[in-house]
DNA sequence: CGCATGTTTCGACGTTCATCAAAGCAGAAC
DNA sequence: GTTCTGCTTTGATGAACGTCGAAACATGCG
């Protein structure tokens, strides 16, 4: 309860049950992280691509999302922190790929652990 | 392709296929929006609160999340305005409830449609 | 009515973010 | 070696965000 506890007193209305912060606070900021990282439509169109093509060259994302290859880097530097991409160089270019996993347990805390 | 296109004239290396864009971008959009509203600590443990309780009164969110209460009423007007929660007014007090059906479509997404 | 309490909105402040131009790096081809 | 090309990093700028105090709104009680 915050400022007072209306269920003592008062006749009307129970206001509510305890209320417990349900999931901690650590697994909050993780999630939030994760969360973010794809808050973004040129993120998640990206995310698109690597999934539906399992490898693409990053000369092709800037012009698949409409912006600036500095622009692309900055995304998918971004992605690869969070952990839901990989890039590797081959040569002259970098080929990402998605890591399915993550996307999974991101799907799996939406309706299970949350 | 962006500037060049590699397989032409060099040897090494194929770049890449063309690469599609994927997802539509409004789809996109509607899907960032979505994870936009879910990109803070806040925010995924009030939805746990709400997915565990069902219903929660809105006293009870600000201490739970360590904010003040005009801040747990701007989170909680922002998840309204994501259709993630619903809130109604009940005499003095509001309560609030999680609509698992929208976290779903977002579990959803992450599995097939993107 | 007026007063007290729960909630939302408003205004302001500091932080974070997306974006691009320009500079810096790393390979490849000459 | 030099030069070219793809990618990343840096710097700067404008927008969006999280936060809170204060004001405004709404509702119940006396």
Same mark, same amino acid.
């Given at each position: 309860?915050?400022?007072?506890?209306?269920?003592?007193?008062?006749?009307?209305?129970?206001?509510?049950?305890?209320?417990?912060?349900?999931?901690?606070?650590?697994? %909050?900021?993780?999630?939030?992280?994760?969360?973010?990282?794809?808050?973004?439509? %040129?993120?998640?169109?990206?995310?698109?691509?690597?999934?539906?093509?399992?490898?693409?060259?990053?000369?092709?994302?800037?012009?698949?999302?409409?912006?600036?290859?500095?622009? %692309?880097?900055?995304?998918?530097?971004?992605?690869?922190?969070?952990?839901?991409?990989?890039?590797?160089?081959?040569?002259?270019?970098?080929?990402?790929?998605?890591?399915?996993?993550?996307?999974?347990?991101?799907?799996? %805390?939406?309706?299970?652990?949350?």
């Amino acid at each position: 309860m915050t400022t007072t506890s209306p269920t003592q007193l008062t006749i009307l209305s129970a206001c509510c049950s305890p209320a417990e912060p349900a999931v901690a606070d650590e697994s %909050a900021e993780a999630l939030a992280s994760l969360f973010k990282a794809l808050a973004d439509p %040129a993120r998640v169109k990206i995310m698109s691509m690597l999934l539906n093509a399992d490898e693409v060259c990053a000369c092709d994302i800037a012009t698949a999302i409409g912006k600036s290859q500095a622009t %692309a880097s900055h995304h998918l530097g971004l992605l690869r922190k969070a952990g839901l991409v990989t890039g590797d160089k081959r040569g002259t270019w970098v080929y990402y790929r998605a890591i399915p996993e993550r996307l999974a347990s991101i799907s799996a %805390a939406l309706t299970t652990d949350l």
